[in-house]
């Protein structure tokens, strides 16, 4: 039986979704193919779509490396070395409109 206590409905913090072992569709497989990507490239996706945790995954990885990646494809298809690297994230949701 799926406990829903563990759906993340308004989580976007890959760190909260590690510490709290949420439920977390592993995609990190492809988030090492986008982090190996030479290019700029444009994420656009509707509302609600994972970019805030896609994002958030990011800065996980390149900030802290694999510790909380257990477990996860990354980690166990050895897909990413654990390099860390200093991270700017500026989060432009706080941001309120003055009209």
């Known amino acids: 039986m799926i406990d829903y206590s563990k759906l993340p409905l308004s989580?976007?913090?890959f760190s909260e979704f590690a510490a709290n072992s949420m439920i977390y569709v592993d995609k990190t497989d492809l988030v090492a193919n986008l982090a190996r990507f030479r290019n700029p490239f444009f994420l656009s996706r509707p509302r609600r779509f994972?970019?805030?945790?896609?994002?958030s995954t990011f800065h996980e990885l390149f900030s802290n490396g694999l510790d909380k990646f257990q477990g996860l494809k990354i980690v166990t298809d050895n897909l990413w070395n654990d390099k860390t690297y200093k991270v700017v994230h500026i989060d432009f949701s706080q941001i309120?409109?003055?009209?």
């Not at 994972?50 to 994002?55: D, N």
């Open 11 to 13: 989580i976007t913090s």
């Open 50 to 55: 994972g970019k805030s945790t896609l994002v």
């Open 96 to 99: 309120k409109e003055n009209t």
